[in-house]
Structure formats: C-alpha cells, structure tokens
C-alpha cells in the first residue's frame, strides 16, 4: 500500500511564494509518474502539474511559469513550487502517485493540504 503525504500549504499573500512537498512510502516511486492535483469546493479536481519518472514535465495553462514541479527519488519526495501565487490558486491541493499496474495505471492520492492566497 502507497501512502502519501503533503505538506506546505498555508496562507500566504498575492504575489507570494509556497513549497508543497510529498512524500510517498514504498518501493515504487522511482517508476512512478507523480502529479499535483487542485480542488475548490463545486468543482471538478483539475491537474496542476505533472512529471513523469523519465523527468518529463507538463504544466495547466494557469500556472505555466509561475510553478515548478521537480523530484527526488532518493527522498520519494514530488515538490511544487509555486511562485507569483494569485487568489485564483486558492485550493486544496493533492498530491497523486500513478504507478505502472498491469496493461493500465494505478492512482494513489494523498489527503491533501490547503492553499489560501489572500488579495
């Protein structure tokens, strides 16, 4: 079983900067693509950022140059860097493992962390 763990969320102001971390337990990160997710209440989770075990990355059109996603698979550990934040980047924030399973992908989520830009 997966187990994933963020952390870093909080409140900040417009304009300014969050780090999200993830850790995730387990042997399988290194193959995994890793990706972060967002919700607000009402609507649909949408992908944020994505990178995939060769280190390939894609980016939602809302964010593209503003945040970074990286990786150590040493720590089994997915950042988010989120700079120039705005208060539309208000959400709750996931932290998603999709691993090799089968012909197909299996998905672990972790429990989220909340993300409140002031204006």
């Known amino acids: 079983q997966v187990q994933l763990v963020e952390s870093g969320g909080g409140l900040v102001q417009a304009g300014g900067s969050l780090r999200l971390s993830c850790v995730a337990s387990g042997t399988i990160f290194s193959i995994s693509s890793m990706g972060w997710y967002r919700q607000v209440p009402g609507k649909q989770r949408e992908l944020v950022a994505k990178i995939t075990s060769g280190y390939s990355t894609n980016y939602a059109d809302s964010v593209k140059g503003r945040f970074t996603i990286s990786r150590d698979n040493a720590k089994n550990t997915v950042y988010l860097q989120m700079n120039s934040l705005k208060s539309e980047d208000t959400a709750v924030y996931f932290c998603?493992?999709?691993?090799?399973?089968?012909?197909?992908?299996?998905?672990?989520w972790g429990q989220g962390t909340q993300v409140t830009v002031s204006s």
């Open positions: 998603n493992l999709a691993r090799p399973y089968g012909s197909g992908l299996r998905d672990y």
